[in-house]
């Protein structure tokens, strides 16, 4: 089983690293039809073997201000992300850190104090991504449920491709159409829609997730 789903990260990978540095597909999102699909799992996966295998500078930027994890997962600055950029004197790459396999990481950073508006994370990543985009060849967002979140929807739509992980038995045609729909311009255009099949668990025990839910 855990054979299968390597191959299938392995695609993945294979398949983002024909996107040319500087292409509009540089920046992916990944993301799900419903929680708990092991994207991050996916997403972690698929930079590391881009930049192992296919020796290509990777960034990952956490989208997720619903469920942020990956500072606390990856043993990573807390106070070091990108609400940070919030301040305009905040420089992007200032807040950048490296993970245990030497993948670069943005992770969400600390969050807005209780009553404060909450940070309009698409203007937050279109910054981001101006400031970094020239020093990576693929960068990989983290992202919540689009079906679940308007702000990481919006952000969807500035990306070349958009990566759906789901579980079999879990996700339904229908919602793949429904998010296929939703990522439409208005123009007609949409970002380029790819499936994954997620057969393995995740790489954070049930427990762990609960814990950092809270």
Known sequence: MRQRWDDDVRRVAALLSRD???AASQIVLFTACARRA?????IWKAAEILQAVYARK???IELNTRRPRLARLLGLAPKRGLLRLTDE???AADQLQLGPSGVTILALGPGAEPGQIRPDVRRLLERAVAELAPNFDLILVDAPPLTEDADALASARMAGKVIV???AGRTSAQSLSRLSSELAQTDGTSPELVIVLNRFRPII????DK???Q
């Not at 092991?38 to 996916?42: L, M, P, R």
């Not at 025990?205 to 762990?208: A, G, K, N, S, Y």
């Open 211 to 213: 814990w950092l839910s």
């Open 20 to 22: 040319q540095p500087g």
């Open 38 to 42: 092991g994207t991050t799992t996916v």
């Open 205 to 208: 025990p049930r427990w762990i």
């Open 58 to 60: 990777v960034l990952i």
């Open 165 to 167: 992980v789901f579980r």
């Open 89 to 91: 004197r905040t420089c």
